[in-house]
């Protein structure tokens, strides 16, 4: 049983940058494919970024192309989401979770608030 935990979140003002992790105890993320979600207040839950198990890539949901990047130290069994240039509409609780994600697997998310 995977138990996955994020950090890094806050306040920032627009512009910023913060760097995400999610640090996964109880087994190994070896492979997982690995995604960074979040969901804003009033909306459904989204992927925003995936890293592969396999060869390393990555995706991106159109609106943080730029400006997020996803990645994972695997002796660390932790994903990271460096977000920079960050915006208003950026604002939500961000999760990590596997690719498809499991249910089991919900953390509580660390909220980001970014402020204009």
């Known amino acids: 049983q995977v138990q996955l935990v994020e950090s890094g979140g806050g306040l920032v003002q627009a512009g910023g940058s913060l760097r995400l992790s999610c640090a996964a105890s109880g087994r190994t993320l070896s492979g997982y494919n690995m995604g960074w979600y979040r969901q804003a207040p009033g909306k459904e839950r989204e992927l925003v970024a995936r890293i592969t198990w396999v060869s390393g890539s990555t995706y991106y949901v159109d609106s943080v192309k730029g400006r997020f990047t996803i990645s994972r130290d695997n002796a660390k069994n932790t994903v990271y989401l460096q977000m920079n240039s960050l915006k208003p509409e950026d604002t939500a609780i961000y999760y990590c979770?596997?690719?498809?994600?499991?249910?089991?697997?919900w953390g509580q998310g660390t909220q980001v608030t970014v402020s204009s």
């Open positions: 979770n596997a690719v498809p994600a499991l249910i089991r697997y």
